[in-house]
């Protein structure tokens, strides 16, 4: 991957770019003037060529001279040089620029091909960087080493070092410089114009993005010794203080101003866009200026004088003016003289907004020396935070940096959304704990950004978000007018300018939305939460999800406009909710329970229709519950998607919530748990006394009514009460709307109940007398097909041929007719009827009548070996073996985005607005209350 011991051939010249007004002459000196961000490092070397306008003006070039006049004339006409033709002396005259000689920098600059833009980087090799080192060993030109937008100099200083072969101890007189030169004569010979010190925390492939050479340039970076670098940077200092006038304050000024284009301590990441965050002065397209504009400003610097000195200042600016007809250059060195801190001062404040990119504009900071006007939305994600020190921290890479004692490391996040319809959506996140206000009120989630809305960060920070690329509308933070003092606009909002009747439609029309959204304020919450459970748990209800609605439609206002930490408490109160509602009920219904009454004269259990009408409640709450767990699963998992961008700061917050969340849902799965046992347990104490009669009944007295087994009436005596179970049982859990893999489970468990009591009795009645033969089982079997035929038709037949396998398998074993059953040896059986136990098979064999007097075939005799195992083995099923209950994770019905048709629903749905309504205007002051009345709906 490494390329080394490379030569660069002889380059052909082509065009290159550098930031505008980059190292004319005193580098030192233009940045001082401009208010240039570059580091204070001086140059080494310098161009003779003028500034470059940015927008690729013409650009006039002249020899250096030495005149401290002349100079200042030149560095004057930065400001107001105009595009048109100046004559020298007060003629006109049509030449393309102040000096017939001079000629446009393209005309005597060749291009530089891009490929040679960047000496150290190469497009079909962008993770390698080379580092020229001529000083270190002559006969290598580079060095090449792995680097990435992250890479330091300081880390890339000791990568190229060791290339080198230099011992560690010498790593530290080196240095990495940021050189900037072209190539010169036919040889294509390396010529240095410019150089500085790059800082140990400054990112080198970043500072190539950030600054580009201008026209006919190339950059390349080399590592030098420090000590000569500094001395030769003192002695260029030493000169331009002499040769300008640049006293040691004013270096000292213009070192307090510069900042490291590649981001200086602060980690910076390869940003989509090459454009600098922060616009200075050199952005300003200032050369394109007209010398009008410049009388203007110098206008307005004499109005800000002191109003004593306006007569001298009036007859100074006629004197100037006149003299300008003379000697234009002339008037604009005294100006310079007469207004330099004023003219700085204006000329800053002519910072021109992008016209491409969304930015912020700040309208209220908290340190004036260190914030900016514009902050430029480059990327499509823009974080604000507080500068931190490096660290190993692989949090989001944050933007700009503010500097307030309430500005957390990552405090707000603002992305951009591209949409199918072509229009871009701008969304806005405050961070955990971070104080964010849009357009006057706290923003707890995240919201659309739309341009002209007002940013307010921590207690400081005002910013006003501009989308160039959108029209603007009216603000929507800027009130309405109103503009009638009579009895209309006394009886209407001052803010908004509606009317007393508009606000009360407005609010009816909320109340009476079929949206679904259900808005109000945490200090309601426990009083709403509490008229949820008690007035929609109605197991008379028409719609029986509504309790799962309505309490999602709560944990949803809670995630879109409340406080992120409150979603776990809030989740908490509904779980505990349900779980006393749900205990309440089983105690009365344990109460009802004949065994637990007074009167204990009768310990009949009670009918199915009894039963049904206790469980309701029960499976009422058990359906609503396992549609509110899965709601709450899915908001976990986005919380924890949407927190995994925060960093490891917000570790210790998304842990305690994330544990407080896991104990409610705890809640929940608790509360499914038991109302699901409850149910089956009294179900299936309802069926043991139904069951037995499909053993002892003889469907065949009655042959007619083996015709029709789709009419629960027509049914035998003897399969009719379990059947009748089993119908009440599957139109409970379709009123309550069941999740239906909660219902599977339901009738499995009740199958499996069926199965081994039925199979219990059976090897119960084999003892001592003759049950065990032909006539009796064929009754069985057919009781059995009647029951297993009708669960297919209502589609539970997989379900029950499943569970009712052993019983089916015992019932086929003694419906083999006894003359064939003889016949047939204990191995045989065994593999036959694998589902059947040894000492259940041996057990049915030795009860088997075969009449009186008739010993059992030696066939039927088990082996030795398993004699042992047979009488010491339990011959009945345990009940201890149920299925386990699995909860479903599909398949749900509850879905907030689709709008219910329901108007039960939308009846309680608008009771509880209503409900929320009343509570808010009982909470206000007299004075603040409506003065108006809402319809309640009907």
Not at 58 to 83: A, D, G
Not at 494 to 521: H, K, N
Request: glycine residues 6%.
């Amino acid at each position: 991957m490494f390329q080394e011991e490379k030569k660069e051939g002889s380059p052909r010249f082509g065009k290159l770019h550098f930031p505008v007004g980059l190292w004319i002459n005193s580098p030192k000196k233009h940045f001082a003037k401009l208010g240039r961000r570059w580091p204070s490092v001086g140059s080494i070397k310098s161009t003779s060529s003028d500034t470059a306008s940015r927008n690729n003006e013409t650009v006039e070039l002249r020899q250096p001279t030495k005149n401290k006049n002349n100079r200042h004339k030149r560095l004057s006409n930065i400001f107001h040089r105009s595009t048109n033709s100046i004559a020298v002396g007060g003629s006109g005259s049509g030449a393309g620029g102040r000096w017939a000689s001079e000629k446009k920098l393209s005309e005597i600059i060749d291009t530089v091909p891009e490929d040679l833009v960047e000496l150290s980087s190469q497009k079909n090799l962008p993770g390698i960087l080379k580092i020229f080192g001529d000083d270190i060993s002559s006969g290598t030109n580079y060095k090449s080493v792995l680097a990435s937008p992250r890479s330091t100099a300081g880390e890339l200083v000791k990568e190229a070092l060791e290339r080198y072969a230099v011992a560690d101890s010498e790593t530290e007189i080196f240095v990495l410089c940021d050189v900037v030169g072209r190539f010169v004569g036919h040889e294509g010979e390396w010529k240095m114009e410019y150089m500085r010190i790059v800082g140990d925390h400054e990112r080198p492939l970043v500072l190539q993005e950030m600054w580009k050479p201008k026209a006919g340039f190339s950059r390349r970076f080399e590592i030098r010794r420090k000590q000569e670098v500094e001395k030769m940077a003192a002695a260029e200092d030493n000169e331009t203080a002499v040769g300008q006038g640049i006293n040691a304050h004013a270096r000292r000024f213009q070192k307090s101003r510069s900042r490291a284009a590649s981001g200086g301590n602060t980690p910076i990441r390869e940003r989509e866009d090459s454009i600098s965050l922060r616009r200075s002065i050199s952005d300003i397209n200032l050369n394109s200026k007209k010398r009008r504009e410049r009388k203007i400003i110098k206008s307005m610097v004499a109005n800000d004088k002191d109003p004593d000195q306006d007569g001298e200042s009036s007859q100074k600016d006629s004197e100037t003016q006149n003299s300008t007809e003379g000697n234009t250059d002339q008037v604009e060195d005294s100006a310079d003289q007469v207004y330099p801190a004023d003219f700085e001062r204006l000329s800053q404040s002519l910072i021109q907004p992008p016209a491409d990119h969304p930015y912020f504009l700040l309208l209220q900071g908290y340190n004036k020396d260190q914030d900016f006007v514009i902050y430029v939305m480059t990327r499509k994600k823009h974080l604000f935070g507080r500068a931190e020190k490096p660290s190993r921290d692989k949090g989001p890479y944050v933007d700009t940096f503010l500097s307030a004692p309430d500005i957390l490391p990552r405090h707000c996040c603002v992305w951009r959304l591209d949409s199918s319809s072509q229009k871009t959506i701008i969304r806005v996140r405050p961070y955990r704990g971070a104080l964010v206000t849009h357009n006057g009120g706290v923003l707890q989630r995240e919201t659309e950004l739309q341009t002209g809305d007002l940013l307010g960060l921590g207690e400081h920070f005002l910013f006003m978000f501009k989308d160039p690329n959108v029209t603007q509308n009216r603000p929507v933070w800027l009130p309405q007018s109103w503009s009638s003092p009579g009895l209309s606009g006394a009886f209407s909002c001052q803010m908004c300018g509606r009317s007393l009747q508009e606000r009360q439609e407005a609010v009816q029309a909320y109340i009476e939305s079929r949206d679904m959204v259900l808005q109000y304020r945490s200090q309601e919450e426990d009083a709403l939460l509490k008229e949820i459970i008690e007035k929609t748990g109605n197991p008379n209800s028409e719609f029986k999800l509504s309790p799962a609605y309505l309490l999602s439609l709560c944990i949803e206002h809670s995630t879109r406009a409340l406080d992120p930490g409150h979603f776990p408490k809030l989740i908490m109160k509904i779980a505990s909710l349900i779980k006393e509602v749900v205990w309440e009920k089983i105690k009365e219904i344990g109460d009802k329970q004949p065994e637990n009454q007074q009167d204990k004269t009768s310990l009949s259990t009670l009918g199915i229709d009894e039963v049904a009408t206790d469980l309701r409640p029960l499976m009422l709450w058990m359906a609503n519950s396992m549609e509110l767990l899965n709601f709450v699963q899915k908001k976990i998992l986005d919380m924890e998607k949407e927190w995994e961008t925060e960093g490891s700061s917000q570790d210790a917050l998304l842990s305690s919530d994330l544990e407080a969340c896991e104990e409610s849902m705890a809640l929940l799965d608790e509360v499914i748990m038991y109302t699901f046992q409850q149910c089956v347990y009294y179900l299936t104490k309802t069926l043991y006394a139904s069951l037995p009669a499909l053993l002892d009944s003889n469907p065949f007295t009655d042959p007619s009514s083996l015709s029709d087994v789709g009419d629960l009436s027509n049914m035998p005596e003897g399969t009719r009460g379990t059947l009748a179970i089993y119908q009440a049982t599957l139109d409970l859990t379709r009123d309550c709307e069941l999740h239906p893999d909660l219902v599977s489970q339901t009738f499995g468990y009740l199958f499996f109940f069926s199965n081994a009591s039925l199979f219990n009795t059976l090897m119960e009645k084999g003892n001592g007398e003759p049950f065990y033969q032909w006539s009796k089982a064929v009754q069985i079997r057919t009781n059995l097909d009647l029951v297993l035929d009708w669960l297919q038709g209502i589609g539970l037949g997989d379900i029950a041929s499943e569970f009712f396998r052993k019983l089916s398998t015992t019932v086929n074993l003694l419906c083999i007719p006894k003359t064939s059953l003889l016949k047939i040896s204990w191995s045989s059986l065994r593999n036959e009827y694998s589902a059947l136990s040894a000492a259940q098979l041996n057990h049915l064999l030795r009860n088997y009548h075969l009449g009186v007097g008739r010993s059992h075939p030696a066939a039927w005799d088990p082996p030795e070996e398993e004699k042992d195992l047979i009488t010491n083995t339990d011959i009945f099923e345990s009940f201890t073996d149920h299925p386990p209950l699995i909860l479903p994770c599909e398949n749900f019905r509850m879905q907030l985005s689709k709008m219910i048709a329901n108007d039960a629903f939308h009846h309680q749905l608008c009771q509880i607005r209503h409900f929320v309504w009343d509570l808010e205007q009982k909470s206000l002051p007299a004075n603040q209350r409506a003065s108006y009345r809402l319809e309640s709906s009907q």
